[in-house]
């Protein structure tokens, strides 16, 4: 996923989930909700360490995703119906939507701080200047 609401090459796959396969994708999907709240509640805390300690457990989530997509309707079990996917494709949106919203939640809180400190954004950065070194590093012979 190229980012929140992107739509990827093999979103086909998903209508290859069998009834059990649909199954665990909800399952998975629920979890990416929960932790998209609990990621909520830390930004509204500014709760930076707690925020990068969530990136693992939403890493994991995403890789049994791609896992599931990987062996989309490979056991040949019972194929899920319509109203299955319906269930699924609400789910996604709204996990899709959750995202979508904690990362405006985030800039919005970095703008702010950012304000706070009375850090002007645009003008925040290095500059030529600053690369630039004042002296040329000479290396030593036999230093190395």
Known sequence: ??????HRADAGRWSALSQSELAHACRLLGRLEEL???????ISRM?????????????????????????????GAVPASDADRAVVAELSARVRRACQHNVGLL???????????????????????ARRVSQPIRARRGAL
């Open 1 to 6: 996923m190229i980012g929140p609401g992107a």
């Open 36 to 42: 998209a709240a609990t990621q909520r509640r830390a």
């Open 47 to 75: 709760a930076g360490t707690e925020l990068a300690s969530l990136d693992s457990e939403q890493a994991a989530i995403e890789a049994d995703l791609r896992a599931l997509l990987e062996q989309a309707g490979a056991g």
């Open 107 to 129: 800039a919005h809180a970095r703008r702010s701080v950012a304000l706070l400190l009375g850090v002007d954004e645009d003008r925040a950065g290095y500059d030529r200047r």
